[in-house]
């Protein structure tokens, strides 16, 4: 089944087209990869699917439910979450307490608002929600192994926790549909490999369909089932790792720069 | 409205706006380098009123030298209030600097409470008499100030005039201030990107100071001519003229000087405007442009020549 | 600790503050006891804009527009009726205040729900700003209620204000409000709304992705904040038995002195906000010798007016440059610390 349709949607800042003419489909329970050098416009790419920007021309749909420029909450809410490239966590929250702010549209949104803020301000009834709400969390917290960090200010993690967190964070929020943005930036070997693990786990056992922005090759090519590259904001190259590894199209597009780092 | 009395509002207006615009210029100048709304701008302004005052009473010099030291001191002063308050918070969350600035409007004040005391003074044996006299076009009698007159005629105040002259004067020279000499190419360099301009050696700090400075100046001048035309001076005369340049700032686009400038006139004219329309509003003429700013706050917070901010992702 | 043992421990806190209260109430001055109460006062208003801008991180400088709505709201209903005929002079208050009159309890409760009303209507447009924008949308707001104040006379009194208020204000009612505030406010800010409102103060754009209505919690939370903002207000204006529309009565200079409160006690945290209300309430009344005459070195100088207020505005500045944190910083009050507190004396 079709989980995203991306239709022809372009992006432009003033004069610069960041992403032009990108067509795109994405089934339940795929792995896909989208590619391309720095500044290609694969956050931009996000960004528009999950409502940050408003596309310039062309249409997303998300399950058959056309989904273009509705606000982000709303979007979250449909069950489309993301993590972010330059980590934006709840600095002065807990780790838990980041993880457990992803449930609280739960509670919030629609009518039984105000149900639950009364409830929250009489505190009658409240605590078997927010016991629930922190099972929830610990759990997501383990099945990414950083559960031993539950009590520390997500701010003083060390740079690939966060980007853990980051991931339970987007998974607590119930999607369906993950976008995962360079989650191994700033890893070393041995916690990409294991990165590499968790997203495939956290595939199955949560029935997910994952689209992710990497920049480390062997990752994407190893993990994704199906790539997309962009340079410039187009659509060079698209089908499943041997393919897109062996386009002249993509050599072009990476020589010289980071295609280098294939060979790492 | 008939033609006479319309045109006569639109002069008042006109001299009413040409005082926000000096003030808003200071204000869009800091916003537009440290994204700061200067609180304490207003404050700066009855500063420079009070210095004037002072001066005259206290050396009895012609008020011309008195306006001189009152606009020096109101530079000196506004590069003092960032050197002192905000150049220890330059790296501070925004809301911290913006917090700081009211603590500083309201520390100039209570210093003019403190200093000069809370009573108004009148300022009108400050300047020379004729300042507050009625220029009448198409009539021949002379009004002094507070006088009804009877007969027809356009009239307004010297001070309108007055007023106007040197705001054309002072933009004038902000221009050429701005546009030709090298701080102002500075100053310019530094609201569009401070890293990069201090990687090319320019002290940024100096020149956000001189940028305090300058508009603190043109305030000061602002400041003496509203002391003129309301004849007095009190400590809180800044607070609202202030929060009003602001408004006109903000219309005018943040950031950008011809858009105070513009900002600043069309605020004066609206006002002046409205409460000759509706002379039964004329209580609620403070809250007017406040009415103004949330509208385009709502409609269009880049105002009129503003560039609108996108947020990153 | 477990969660018994708090509950313990908070009762057997409560009692002994109302006993404290009441020792207070019968054996202090009544200059003494009048402190109290405004330190109740101040720290309603305090812990509601604490609410509002220190935890959901959006910046109001429109408190005293709500402290005013609340304080005229109330007073219109807790004065008499043949005491409104001999006020309003400029012009007849309009019906149906000029005929009823209410107790105070309900006189404050309606006004903080009209001063709630108020707060949605100017959250509403206002809260789609952000950051200093936001801060002087509000700012104009509370300034606008102010000359409405000035110039609806058949409502206000205009300049006059409204006088002769009963002295309702004693230690029960700002105490006993206090206590409904701080629970409420506590109790909303430890649930998951609050932690959504921190998630939102902490960064926008991820609490947006990880799918809360930043607006809508915004709104509610400078609703609650209005809300008891408007209590504080009634509590206020019958503190002082007036209530006019001067800017040092409920204008910018009342947000400015709620606002050293709560950047004096550690911008975020309730505890501190309290603390710091209490504080402001102390050293005002403290620092009142500086504008009485004074006696230095032998030399008799006369009192200074103003001073107190060049006092408290470089106290201001001089926190938010050295000690942005203030006392508190973020941190609150728990029986928890309290007794890690004791036992690292103890080791010492
Ligand atoms: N808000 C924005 N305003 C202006 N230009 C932007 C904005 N966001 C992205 N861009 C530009 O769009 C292009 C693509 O950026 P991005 O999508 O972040 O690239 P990638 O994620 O592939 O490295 C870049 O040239 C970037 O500068
Ligand atoms: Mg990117």
Redesign the interface.
Same mark, same amino acid.
């Given at each position: 089944m079709r989980v995203l349709l991306l239709e022809g949607i372009t992006m432009q800042f003033g004069g610069l087209t960041a992403v032009g003419d990108v067509s795109l489909e994405i089934n339940e329970g795929e792995l896909f990869g989208l590619i391309g050098p720095n500044g290609a416009g694969k956050t931009t790419v996000f960004n528009m699917i999950t409502g940050h920007y408003k596309p310039t021309r062309g249409k997303i749909y998300f399950s058959e439910k056309e989904i273009t420029g509705l606000i982000p909450d709303r979007i979250t809410r449909m069950g489309i979450a993301r993590t972010f490239q330059n980590i934006r966590l709840f600095q002065d929250l807990t780790v838990l307490e980041n993880v457990m702010v992803a449930q609280h549209h739960s509670i919030s949104s629609g009518g039984q608002a105000a149900r639950w803020f009364i409830k929250s301000v009489t505190r009658i009834g409240y605590s078997v929600k927010e016991r629930e709400m922190k099972e929830k969390a610990l759990n997501l917290l383990k099945v990414l192994g950083i559960e031993g960090l539950a009590n520390d200010k997500s701010g003083s993690l060390s740079y690939g926790a966060q980007r853990l967190l980051e991931i339970a964070r987007a998974m607590a929020t119930g999607a369906s549909l993950l976008l995962l943005d360079e989650p191994a930036a700033g890893m070393n070997a041995s916690e990409t490999a294991q990165l590499v693990h968790t997203i495939r786990k956290i595939r199955n056992d949560f029935n997910l369909t994952v689209l992710l922005i990497e920049h480390d090759m062997k990752l994407v090519m190893g993990l994704c089932e199906r790539i997309m590259v962009l340079d410039y904001g187009r659509t060079i190259s698209e089908g499943d790792p041997a393919y897109v590894q062996k386009d002249r199209k993509v050599i072009e597009a990476y020589l010289g720069k980071e295609w280098v780092t294939i060979g790492r | 409205m008939d033609p006479k009395t319309l045109l006569q509002n639109f002069v008042n207006g006109l001299s009413l706006g040409s005082l926000y615009a000096l003030i808003a210029i200071g204000y869009t100048m800091v916003y537009g380098i440290l994204r700061l709304i200067n609180f304490a701008h207003g404050d700066i302004f009855m500063m420079a009123a009070y210095f004037t005052f002072f001066f005259v009473t206290l050396t009895q010099l012609p008020w011309y030298f008195a306006a001189i030291f009152a606009i020096a001191s109101a530079a000196v002063l506004g590069f003092g209030v960032d050197r002192i308050a905000y150049k220890p918070i330059r790296k501070a969350p925004r809301i911290s600097a913006l917090i700081t600035a009211i603590g500083v409007s309201f520390f100039l004040e209570s210093l003019a409470v403190v200093i000069f005391s809370g009573i108004p003074r009148s300022f009108r044996t400050i300047f020379p008499q004729f300042l507050n006299e009625m220029i009448i076009l198409g009539g021949h009698m002379e009004v002094k100030y507070g006088q009804e007159v009877i007969l027809g005629g356009i009239r307004f105040p010297i001070i309108s005039v007055v007023t106007l002259i040197v705001t054309a004067v002072a933009i004038v020279f902000l221009w050429w201030f701005i546009y030709k000499t090298k701080i102002g190419m500075a100053m310019r360099s530094v609201s569009v990107d401070i890293p990069t301009t201090s990687l090319m050696g320019v002290n940024v700090d100096r020149i956000i100071g001189m940028t305090f400075a300058l508009g603190s100046a043109l305030a000061g001048v602002g400041g003496i001519l509203w002391a003129v035309r309301y004849p007095q001076v009190w400590p809180y005369m800044g607070f609202i003229p202030g929060m009003k340049a602001f408004v006109a700032a903000v219309f005018g686009g943040i950031g950008s000087v011809p858009g105070a400038v513009m900002g600043g006139l069309i605020l004066g004219i609206t006002e002046v405007m409205m409460v000759g329309l509706f002379p039964g509003a004329a209580g609620y003429r403070d809250a007017f442009a406040f009415f103004i700013l949330i509208i385009i706050l709502s409609v269009k917070p880049s105002g009129l020549l503003g560039k609108p901010e996108l947020v990153k992702v | 600790m477990t969660v018994k043992k708090r509950i313990v421990f908070t009762a057997v806190a409560i009692i002994c503050l109302i006993i404290v209260l009441y020792l207070s109430q019968e054996f202090m001055s009544s200059y003494y006891s009048r402190i109290i109460t405004l330190i109740g006062i101040y720290g309603i208003m305090a812990v509601s804009l604490t609410l509002v801008n220190g935890i959901s991180g959006v910046?109001s400088?429109g408190h005293a527009g709500f402290i005013a709505v609340g304080a005229y709201t109330s007073a219109l209903l807790t004065l008499s009726p043949q005491q409104k005929e001999i006020t309003f002079l400029i012009e007849k208050l309009i019906w149906p205040f000029n005929s009823i009159q209410l107790p105070f309890f309900w006189a404050t409760l309606i006004g903080g729900v009209v001063a709630a009303i108020f707060a949605l209507a100017i959250g509403w447009?206002?809260l789609? =700003?952000t950051?200093?924008?936001f801060?002087? #949308?509000t700012?104009?707001?509370a @300034?606008?209620i102010r000359?409405?104040a000035?110039?609806l006379n058949s409502l206000t009194n205009g300049a006059l204000g409204l006088k002769a208020l009963p002295d309702h204000s004693n230690i029960w009612a700002s105490w006993g409000w206090l206590l409904v505030t701080v629970a409420?406010v506590t109790? =909303?800010s430890y649930?998951?709304?609050?932690? #959504?409102l921190?998630?939102i103060? @902490?960064?926008r754009?991820?609490?947006?992705?990880?799918?809360?209505?930043?607006f809508?919690?915004q709104l509610?939370a400078f609703v609650v904040g209005g809300f008891f903002a408007g209590i504080s207000g009634s509590l206020y204006a019958h503190w002082l038995s007036t209530i006019d529309p001067r800017?040092n009565t409920i204008g910018?200079?009342l947000t400015?002195n709620v606002?050293i409160m709560i950047?004096l006690g550690g911008l975020g945290s309730i505890t501190g906000a309290i603390i710091g209300g209490a504080l402001f309430a102390f050293l005002s009344e403290w620092l009142r010798f500086l504008e009485g005459p004074m006696n230095i070195l032998g030399f008799k100088i006369m009192g200074?007016?103003?001073?107190r207020?060049?006092v408290?505005?470089?106290l201001?500045?001089v926190i938010?440059?050295f000690w942005?944190r203030g006392i508190m910083g973020?941190r609150e009050f728990s029986w928890d610390g309290l007794a890690s507190l004791f036992k690292r004396r103890d080791r010492k």
């Open positions: - | - | 910046f400088l447009p206002s789609r =700003l950051g200093d924008y801060a002087i #949308a700012l104009g707001f @300034e606008i000359i409405f000035l110039n409420c109790s =909303l649930s998951s709304f609050g932690r #959504a921190r998630a103060r @902490e960064d754009v991820a609490a947006q992705a990880m799918g809360i209505n930043v809508k919690h509610m800017t910018i200079m400015f606002l950047v200074i007016t103003g001073l207020m060049l408290f505005s470089s201001f500045v938010m440059i942005p973020r």
